[in-house]
């Protein structure tokens, strides 16, 4: 095989596998807005073909020995062409080593499991939900010995999220991020609480909803290529860049959370929109990693959503949708209403400072159930003592505790910590970003976001996959991931709403 057969084989693989992501990931956004109850199993089927289908591609013998020609031809290629090659390099090596009937058997089996954690959590049954999480753990430990494990088995968990990241790495940003969160929570206690008492009453779904759609599209979501939709979970499901499905969630007595949520997920979305298309032909019109993609829902949800500057342009908008209790309301007040500081059982309601304890205490109870310290069934009792020592609660039962996160039944193991890195990465874009745009409040104030979109998409959402998520961040921000910039953010918001 020549070099230029070996191209022609290559983006042919590259273009079927773009359509059957597309596929999966419209099936996938079904799954969870419209699919009836008793279509789940079949769509499991259905799912668990696809991702065969994925790897058979990947693995395929014509397909390694045209990326191993490609491999050989090194200097004779493109940046972007040797890029493609890692990068497909990784995902084929992550294949091969599972066997076909395996790889299949996980996907329909994390399919399914799903709609059982559901049932589970509903019923608050964890015996319910217990074989097949047990299974699923099963199956990922199984998984890690082809892999091979590294310094700590879950290390390769890690990595399928953000290339490179190891227990290491990740226990040397979370100790000292763990211990600057206590080190907040003690402070704020001297402090004047904020109080949310004035946001009382019937908050209609359709005008949430028109809030929803005009806040995020001033941000920067584009509703030309995207869509608002409800389910349980906020989610977003990027089809395409000119296709991107974000969902939220109303509670008639809270006008604040659909918000949040919406915000947070178009965070996503723009991500999703503004990947360059060019790269689509290489395989790399996709994000960096679930971290540098959280980092974006992180930014736009508590940097811009959670500030003051952000009130000052919202509390009118919410004066006029729901005069009976916005009406004369200070922005000041809203301010400092949605940054209430407390710890609570609920990871995704919980604020900016206990949100990472959350995160922390899944990120210990993984690492020991892939070393072999803890098994399946011993987990309630485990995260439950977390929550004590980690946040000073016992939750009442397991729907309010271990059963709360759709993510182990969907087989996402090593997922978790991505949501904290997020929000250490989110910080120190802003620390970047302000140092560009000085006058990023006023922008926000007036409700001027495209220059701040502008700046994320060119240090962030225009590389697609072009190189790795470190040194994105790296050459964003001129740093290497570092809790001081969401400590120094955390605390100059604690000082300014509990007036310290
Ligand atoms: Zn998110």
Avoid: C
């Amino acid at each position: 095989m020549n070099l230029e057969q070996a191209k022609q084989i290559v983006f042919e693989t590259i273009d079927t596998l773009f359509h059957l992501n597309a596929a999966s990931a419209l099936m996938g956004w079904d799954m969870q807005t419209m699919l009836p109850k008793g279509g789940v199993a079949d769509r499991a089927e259905t799912m668990g073909y696809f991702g065969a289908e994925q790897q058979r591609l990947l693995t395929a013998p014509v397909f390694l020995e045209a990326l191993s020609v490609l491999k050989e031809a090194g200097a004779e290629l493109s940046e972007l062409e040797r890029r493609m090659v890692v990068v497909l390099n990784r995902d084929a090596e992550r294949l091969r080593k599972i066997p076909p009937e395996r790889y299949r058997a996980f996907h329909v089996l994390v399919a399914k499991g799903e709609s059982i954690w559901r049932e589970a959590r509903e019923k608050n049954d964890f015996e319910l939900f217990l074989p097949t999480l047990s299974e699923i753990i099963a199956m990922t430990r199984e998984f890690i010995d082809y892999w091979g494990a590294g310094a700590h088995p879950y290390d390769v968990l890690l990595d399928h999220y953000e290339p490179g990241l190891t227990v290491e790495k990740v226990d040397a940003l979370f100790h000292p991020l763990q211990e600057g969160l206590v080190r907040l929570l003690e402070m704020l206690k001297g402090g004047k609480a904020p109080s949310r008492a004035f946001v009382r009453g019937s908050f209609a779904v359709e005008r949430q909803k028109t809030l929803s759609l005009k806040i995020s599209e001033a941000l920067g979501f584009d509703y030309t290529y995207g869509r608002l939709d409800t389910s349980a979970h906020p989610f977003t499901v990027g089809i395409a860049p000119t296709d991107v499905r974000i969902t939220t969630r109303y509670f008639e007595d809270d006008p604040f959370s659909s918000l949040f949520s919406t915000i947070h997920e178009a965070g996503h979305g723009i991500y999703e929109q503004r990947l360059p298309q060019d790269l689509k032909r290489y395989g790399l019109m996709s994000p960096v990693s679930m971290s540098v993609h959280e980092s974006q829902s992180r930014f736009y949800e508590n940097i811009i959503g959670r500030s003051f500057a952000f009130w000052t342009y919202a509390t009118p908008l919410f004066a006029e949708a729901f005069p009976e209790v916005f009406a004369g309301v200070d922005a000041e007040d809203v301010f400092r209403a949605v940054n209430i500081v407390e710890p609570s059982l609920i990871r995704v309601e919980a604020d900016e400072v206990t949100y990472n304890l959350h995160i922390i205490l899944r990120y210990e109870l993984e690492k020991q159930l892939f070393s072999g310290a803890l098994e399946a069934k011993d987990l309630p009792e485990a995260w439950n003592a977390s929550m004590q020592t980690l946040l000073g609660l016992v939750p009442p039962d397991d729907a309010r505790g271990v059963l709360q996160d759709v993510h182990w039944s969907s087989g996402l193991f090593g997922y978790f910590p991505s949501y904290a890195l997020g929000n250490i990465y989110a910080a120190m874009l802003y620390e970047a970003l302000r140092r560009d745009l000085p006058d990023f409040d006023r922008l926000v104030a007036e409700g001027e976001f495209a220059p701040i979109r502008a700046w994320m998409t060119e240090h962030v959402h225009a590389y697609g996959n072009r190189i790795d998520p470190l040194e994105l961040l790296e050459r964003a921000t001129g740093r290497a991931p570092d809790v001081e910039p969401l400590l120094r953010y955390l605390e100059d918001k604690i000082r300014r709403v509990y007036r310290l």
